[in-house]
């Protein structure tokens, strides 16, 4: 199973979402950012490097919000939601072709890849 880490970054109560560009997996839907965990790096160390690959600015990573097991038609993916702060939001986008600070109360009205779901869920659901 492939783990995914994601950038869970909040700015006065939004949240930040990326859309997936026309020709890759999951094109048109809104995501967490971020990206495969490769052999050897924890999922902070995977996000840190992914936000910077995938938006062009640096990110810090802090501890794990969520956890979500999720099976595409491709395999399956454990996608780690951890907490982001970052740097800048002047987004140099490659794998996306579009990103939104969405009002928490709004985000379960974004058509968000499967797998973020059930994070999108807990993360407006009052503690």
């Known amino acids: 199973m492939k783990t995914v880490a994601a950038a869970i970054a909040l700015r006065a109560g939004r949240v930040l979402l990326a859309r ?27 996000l840190e490097r992914e936000i910077f690959e995938e938006l062009g600015v640096k990110a810090t990573a802090g501890p794990v919000f969520a956890r979500n097991e999720h099976r595409y038609p491709g395999g399956a993916i454990m996608l780690v939601a951890v907490r982001a702060e970052l740097e800048s939001a002047d987004f ?36």
Do not use: M
């Open 20 to 46: 997936r560009r026309q020709g890759e997996s999951n094109q048109g839907c809104w995501e967490f950012p971020g990206g495969a965990v490769r052999k050897g790096e924890t999922p902070q160390q995977a």
């Open 92 to 127: 140099k986008l490659t794998d996306h072709d579009l990103t939104e600070w969405v009002p928490l109360e709004k985000l379960l009205e974004y058509d968000l890849s499967p797998a973020d779901i059930p994070i999108a869920r807990k993360l407006t659901t009052p503690a």
